[in-house]
C-alpha cells in the first residue's frame, strides 16, 4: 500500500520560509499526481498545488508566486517550498498522490506567527 511521510512543519515568523517533504512509499511518484492541500480547523481542506506526471504545476491564487511545488522522481518525494509566509498560511498540511486511487499523508502542522 502507499504510504505519504511528511516532514518540515514547524514554527516560523510572518516573512520567513520554510520547506515541506514528503516521501512516497509502496508507490512510484513519476507516473502520479502529486500534490499540498492545508486544513484549518472547522474550515474545508484548501487546495495549495499539484503536479502532474509530465511536471505541469498547479497552485492556488492564495499562495501562487510564494509557493513551489517539486518532485524528485529518483528519490520519490515530493516538497513544497513557502516563502513570505503569513500568518493566513497557518494550517495543517497534507501531501496526496493519485495514481489508481488517492492517498493522503498524515498532516504536519505550519504555524505562522510572531
Known amino acids: 500500500q502507499v504510504q505519504l511521510m511528511e516532514s518540515g512543519g514547524g514554527l516560523v515568523q510572518p516573512g520567513g520560509s520554510l520547506t515541506l517533504s514528503c516521501a512516497v512509499s509502496?508507490?512510484?511518484?513519476?507516473?502520479?499526481?502529486v500534490g499540498w492541500y492545508r486544513q484549518v480547523p472547522g474550515k474545508e481542506r484548501e487546495w495549495v498545488a499539484s503536479s502532474g506526471a509530465y511536471g505541469r504545476r498547479m497552485y492556488a491564487d492564495s499562495v501562487k508566486g510564494r509557493f513551489t511545488i517539486s518532485r524528485d522522481n529518483a528519490k520519490n518525494t515530493v516538497s513544497l517550498q513557502m516563502n513570505t509566509l503569513k500568518p493566513e498560511d497557518t494550517a495543517i498540511y497534507y501531501c496526496?498522490?493519485?495514481?489508481?486511487?488517492?492517498?493522503w499523508g498524515q498532516g504536519t502542522q505550519v504555524t505562522v506567527s510572531s
Open positions: 509502496g508507490g512510484v511518484i513519476s507516473p502520479a499526481t
Open positions: 496526496y498522490y493519485k495514481h489508481h486511487a488517492e492517498y
